[in-house]
């Protein structure tokens, strides 16, 4: 079985209902009614190919084994290695089973000796090849892993970092201007600095903040300072305390 010839069809290497049967040790009949009483369990392209007409005439003039179809067959199925292992499954005999494992090890999937190499530059160039497979490989390894750990959540003390830094940028400038704010007043401040902390990364909730994220929203805090409108809203809540430096 091993010298048998492989014929393919639509990429797939295939057998004929009558190769099935006549490996299988039983009739092209059995073959069909097995196909027939469980047409639902076969699905074409998949387990069989059902050839007519003028696929029937390209495959004829393809294969090189001409008793592989007869002359006047007007109609042919096609058996892929899903569809044979099917059948063997069907027939439930030893002898199918023990067919197929032929078929599967030496005709779907016959094992290829690899060519040595069979001089120093040969020797040379394969090794070449390993190396720069190796280091492709690693490279995508690497590129892959940095994008993970980009990606990654930032750690519950990366969290409380800039958290305390919020803090301490929205205090800073209510210090720096000499501002005397009522908690809803301030609530404006951290909403400002919350808003740009989102434009700038993208995402919805500080909770989401990644890796990457990081040295972004520290770079921004540094050059925090409440929008025009924020400080509209302010002065808006409350009216400015006496003696209080005007915020614009």
């Known amino acids: 079985m091993n010298k048998l010839k492989q014929v393919e069809y639509d990429n797939q290497i295939i057998l004929t209902t009558e190769q099935l049967a006549t490996f299988y040790g039983t009739t092209e009949r059995a073959i069909k009614q097995n196909f027939n009483n469980n047409y639902d369990k076969f699905q074409e392209g998949l387990h069989y190919y059902f050839l007519k007409g003028v696929q029937l005439k390209e495959f004829k003039n393809r294969v090189e084994n001409f008793d592989l179809v007869g002359k006047r067959a007007n109609a042919l199925y096609l058996w892929t290695k899903r569809g044979a ?31 040595l190499p069979q001089s120093p530059t040969e020797m040379l160039k394969l090794a070449v090849a390993s190396t720069l497979e190796t280091a492709d490989k690693v490279e995508k390894l690497t ?21 305390k830094r919020i803090s301490s940028e929205v205090q800073n400038y209510i210090t720096a201007h000499h ?27 500080r909770s989401q903040l990644r890796k990457k994220d990081f040295d972004t929203v520290d770079r921004y805090l540094m050059n ?25």
């Open 224 to 248: 925090w300072v409440p929008s025009r409108a924020t400080l509209m809203i302010i002065e808006q809540i409350g009216d400015e305390a006496k003696g209080q430096e005007r915020l614009f």
């Open 179 to 205: 501002l005397i704010l009522s908690s809803k007043q301030r609530a404006q401040l951290y909403k400002d600095v919350n808003r740009g902390v989102k434009e700038v990364t993208g995402v919805k909730t």
């Open 143 to 163: 590129i892959r892993m940095d994008d993970l750990e980009q990606n990654a959540s930032i750690d519950p003390g990366e969290y409380n970092y800039l958290s």
């Open 85 to 115: 292992s099917r059948h063997a499954k069907m027939l439930g005999t030893d002898r199918a089973w023990d067919v197929y494992d032929e078929l599967e090890e030496n005709y779907f999937n016959p094992k290829t000796q690899q060519r």
